[in-house]
């Protein structure tokens, strides 16, 4: 079946750090990619997506390829911020196996700290 | 900007009873969800909502779990007999096509005790 499994955290980075959190995916069709960001007290929000292989979503300096050989869509940064401290969750999104309306497969969250 | 509102944020409640987890979705949105996250595992998928109808529910979603859209705006979940188990918090989004980004509310902490 369908899922995602992600780099466990914390993840603690100085800041301007450049950061990677692996994520890797099983899917039985042709899946949408999205990361999603939870800050403190918030819900998720997304952060960016990709909906076909070699896709690159982007968003705030974040970005994420979509590779279909490798079945992975790693979340990069080159220098990271305070205010990026949040949990990044990695999911995809399976329209191909009948689930038309975008059931999300997450992987577990990934907490990120960033000091000063 | 608008967001989807969950109330409460924290919920205590003892073994054996009832209750009901309410969310507002974004108001032009015509497809909602229920997923939940137990403490240090995955948020998981629970039901899937459209045209007044369940379309989707995951095998976790038993019939001690039911959804409703009683008056148009908000979306509830409702659990009949509640289980030390069921303790997570429960995530309530919406999306306004498919398919589309799902905007999700800030979540309800439920505690069985």
């Known amino acids: 079946g369908d899922s995602v499994t992600q780099m466990e955290g914390p993840v603690t980075l100085s800041e301007e750090a450049f950061l990677t959190i692996n994520c890797t995916y099983t899917?039985?069709?042709?899946?949408?990619l999205f990361w999603y960001v939870q800050y403190p007290g918030e819900g998720l929000q997304l952060l960016l997506k990709?909906?076909?292989?070699?896709d690159k979503g982007s968003n705030k300096g974040f970005e994420a390829t979509y590779r279909k050989e490798t079945t992975s869509f790693h979340l990069e940064k080159g220098s990271v911020q305070v205010s990026d401290s949040a949990v990044y969750f990695c999911?995809?999104?399976?329209?191909?196996?009948?689930?038309?309306?975008?059931?999300?497969?997450f992987g577990r969250g990934t907490q990120l700290t960033v000091w000063p | 900007e608008p967001e989807v509102t969950q109330t409460p944020s924290h919920q205590v409640t003892q073994m054996g009873q009832e209750v009901i987890l309410r969310c507002v979705p974004i108001?032009?949105?015509?497809?909602f969800y229920w997923y939940r996250q137990i403490l240090g595992q995955k948020v998981e998928f629970l039901v899937s909502?459209?045209?007044?109808?369940?379309?989707?529910k995951s095998e976790i979603f038993d019939d001690q779990f039911s959804v409703e859209r009683p008056d148009g705006s908000n979306f509830t979940l409702k659990i009949r007999s509640t289980k030390l188990e069921d303790s997570a918090m429960y995530f309530c989004?919406?999306?306004?096509?498919?398919?589309?980004?799902?905007?999700f509310g800030p979540g309800t902490r439920l505690t069985v005790t």
């Open positions: 108001s032009n949105h015509l497809y």
């Open positions: 990709a909906t076909k292989a070699d």
């Open positions: 999911a995809l999104s399976d329209q191909n196996r009948g689930s038309t309306l975008g059931r999300l497969y």
């Open positions: 899917a039985t069709g042709y899946p949408s």
């Open positions: 909502f459209y045209n007044n109808e369940i379309s989707e």
């Open positions: 989004a919406s999306s306004a096509q498919q398919p589309a980004e799902q905007y």
